[in-house]
């Protein structure tokens, strides 16, 4: 029988270099988080194996807005090169049509060889559908390379398609002993400058930031990402503001025609109001409310998700944070610690919730801590097995 090169490769050398590219299109991926919502931010790795030495002919990653799809790019960046290669993909092509055809069959009509997928696509359109495209074009397709920190980049995206509602990210900076604040309400600055920086690149990475309107009107923040460079990818800016109660001279509300806000409001706040902001380019949703007569912030969630919003970061406050923490409505936590001490007369970063007893269920594991000069991060996502 003859053997092509790429068949000849020992199964170990072909794993070696299956994480390797892999890797390299998780790289590309998370180019795009914030960026490409409702999608998800995929990437695309077109690699020669027939050599010597593996080499990359064509590099995609999903664009502004969702489109045009990773694995377009790097084939329109290969061209002919693309034919007898190896692609390696974050997640299972697409096989609907759009506003263009499938990246499944793209793929296929590239003359790609080989596809390396790290995990399936869980939008019902996809699921499966576009691994099972490739295999019936005749592509060989190894599955499940590198899928954890796949389903990691992904996990926005899928949260939406699978639970309607974004990924919801907690963000915290508080003094080892859990205070945001002294008793005179100072807080500026608990954390270092490399905790800040980190919270503007987590900024950038979101596709809202949201926070409760008491904390909006104390700090008047703009919530905006400003790293040099990535000023451009500040996100929509979501307020929980039941009564209406930012200033219409705060900073949000003035920059609202630059960077996108919204402000998330009961059906029985003010119309007049309610007009005022919408005078000023702000966007009002109507939450329903629940059993105890405060906005359904689940409801708020899905309303958010319906207008594509895959991944939200929660900057604050106290009421907000316990709000979303009893509500089970927190996937992921990243805790900034710094080596101070406010005490008890100081204010917390969570509001009561209430707890009679140590919940254990509704536990998170962490994923990671890191030291950012003096300060600590740890990492954490909810408990998977709830
Ligand atoms: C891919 N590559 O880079 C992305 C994919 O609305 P459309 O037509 O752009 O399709 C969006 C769906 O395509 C999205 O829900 C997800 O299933 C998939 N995203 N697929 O092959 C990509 N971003
Ligand atoms: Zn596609």
């Not at 990246?103 to 696509?121: E, P």
Request: net charge negative; aromatic share 2%; hydrophobic share 40%.
């Amino acid at each position: 029988m003859d053997l092509s090169p790429k068949e000849q490769v020992a199964p170990k050398e072909r794993m070696a270099i299956d994480l390797r590219f892999m890797r390299m299109a998780l790289t590309l991926a998370r180019r795009g988080l914030g960026q490409v919502a409702p999608n998800p931010s995929v990437g695309c790795v077109l690699v020669d194996t027939s050599g010597d030495v593996p080499l990359v002919v064509g590099r995609g990653w999903t664009q502004p807005g969702g489109r045009p799809h990773a694995e377009t790019q790097a084939i329109g960046r290969a061209g002919a090169r693309a034919r007898g290669t190896t692609a390696y993909v974050t997640l299972e092509p697409c096989a609907h049509t759009g506003k263009t055809g499938p990246c499944a069959q793209a793929l296929i009509d590239a003359g790609i060889s080989r596809a390396v997928v790290a995990c399936t696509d869980d939008d019902p359109r996809v699921n499966g559908q576009g691994v099972a495209m490739l295999k019936d074009g005749g592509i060989s397709v190894t599955e499940g390379v590198l899928e954890d920190e796949a389903k990691d980049a992904n996990s926005g995206f899928t949260c939406r398609v699978t639970r309607n509602r974004p990924e919801v990210l907690l963000k915290i900076a508080s003094t080892l002993d859990g205070k945001i604040a002294t008793h005179t309400g100072k807080s500026h600055w608990i954390t270092g400058e490399m905790a800040r920086e980190r919270t503007h690149l987590m900024r950038a990475q979101a596709d809202a930031i949201m926070i409760g309107s008491a904390t909006a009107i104390v700090d008047d923040p703009q919530l905006t990402c400003r790293l040099p460079g990535l000023s451009g990818r500040s996100p929509i800016r979501v307020i929980a503001d039941g009564r209406l109660r930012l200033p219409l001279t705060s900073k949000l509300v003035r920059t609202a025609s630059d960077t996108p806000v919204i402000l998330l409001t009961r059906e029985d706040a003010d119309k007049d109001r309610a007009q005022a902001f919408e005078e000023q380019g702000v966007d009002l949703i109507t939450v329903p409310l629940g059993p105890d007569n405060q906005m359904n912030m689940g409801a708020a969630l899905t309303l958010l998700a319906e207008r594509g919003i895959t991944r939200v970061m929660v900057e604050g406050g106290a009421r907000l944070a316990a709000s979303l923490l009893r509500d089970n409505l927190i996937d992921r936590i990243e805790w900034f610690q710094a080596p101070k001490i406010i005490g008890d007369d100081g204010y917390s970063a969570v509001a009561g919730l209430g707890l009679d007893d140590i919940d254990l269920d509704a536990g998170f594991e962490r994923q990671a801590v890191i030291a950012l000069g003096e300060d600590v991060l740890t990492s954490l996502r909810v408990r998977h097995d709830i």
